[in-house]
């Protein structure tokens, strides 16, 4: 396991908005960390070096020796600041930041003349880091272990009343330093749980829990410019349930919308992992499907069709079957922007029910898409 993956808050739970949660903390406690690491990391190095004055106070005959130790672990914990430095994530670049600055103030008290008892107040402050970087238990043992087994194994060396000192000292801020790890995480993983909870609701559709419309559209803005710039395929489905109208008209408006949310699990289904689905509003669906040839495109669109027609939602005791026309554009030269491979979309959507409804129509073929993404911009 990863060193940043076991310092990052386990926050678990079932369901899309709680990962979704989950993934926002990570995300977050990520991003302030880089942001942090490259204002807060070179100043705390250099704060490390200088201390090298107080060790000339404390033993001159040893301050160069223990200036330069401090001076290595500054310049081994220096790449960590910056992301370009080390490949790790924010997290893990901090942890490695922490060992090496500890590293280097212990070792270098170690070697001065009662270094250790004189300088445990360094030692100390420097614990009240770990709860910035660590927001778990499992995260916290994981920074503070080796600098911990690394003092302890400089103060067996030294005489017993300073091992006795320094250790209770130690060990009384270590708690400490995890009791405000411990409410300082769970206060900011609920604040942050809270902002997480209005993100998702703002995002997505609330009757099929699935993203909605403005989701949509920004991933479709996005997949559009990724598709353009890597010159990679894209295709948007565009799905409509046939005659919705009647199912409202004969069970209600409530069983109506029950048979939204069943279409809309099986179009997630017939989807997985291949695409982005969501709804549009209305009976009208639309899955984004990056890199999609028109093969695979009709592939895609094939499947969805297929799973719909062949879901039962039960109603009243009664079992219904629906089913969808969809509507496929895929991206070419002609395309000007996103809102037009929609438009295509949307044109061959039409098509497929008036040609008689439950089936895939496709804008995809050259001159098709051509066409259709013309009289869409018209
Ligand atoms: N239950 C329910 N009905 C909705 C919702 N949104 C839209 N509708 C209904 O969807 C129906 C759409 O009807 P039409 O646009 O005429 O289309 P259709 O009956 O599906 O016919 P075709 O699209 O031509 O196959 C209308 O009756 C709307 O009231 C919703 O959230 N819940």
Known sequence: MMISQLISHPLSGQGTPSRHEADFVRQRTEAELARLLPRVGPGLALLVVLYTGW????????????????????????????????????????????????????????????????????????????PFIASSSAGFLAIALPPTLLLFGCLLRGPLPELASVGLTYGAGLAVAFLQMRITSGLRAASLAVQARLEWDASHDALTRCPNRAWLQKEAAHAFDRARREGAGLAFAMIDIDHFK??????????????????????????????????????????????????????????????????????????????????????????ADWEQLLAGADEAMYAAKQEGRNRVKSACSRADARSMAMSAAN
């Open 55 to 130: 060790d000339l106070l404390l033993d001159p005959a040893n301050a160069v020796q223990s200036g330069l130790t401090r001076l290595l672990f500054a310049a081994l914990a220096a790449p960590a600041f910056w992301a370009s430095g080390l490949p790790w994530t924010a997290q893990g670049r901090a942890c490695w930041a922490y060992w090496m600055l500890s590293a280097g103030v212990i070792l270098a008290m170690a070697q001065l003349e009662g270094g250790l008892s004189q300088g445990s107040g360094g030692i100390l402050i420097g614990l009240f880091l770990i």
């Open 246 to 335: 009647r199912v409202n008209d004969r069970f209600g408006h409530a069983a109506g919308d029950q048979v939204l949310k069943g279409v809309a699990e099986a179009c997630q289904r017939a989807v997985g992992q291949a695409g982005h689905f969501g709804r549009l509003g209305g009976e009208e669906f639309l899955c984004i499907f990056p890199g999609a040839s028109e093969e695979s495109a009709l592939i895609h669109g094939e499947r969805i069709r297929a799973e719909v027609e062949a879901a039962a939602h039960l109603l009243d005791g009664e079992t219904l079957k629906v089913t969808v026309s969809v509507g496929l554009g895929c991206l070419s030269e002609h395309h």
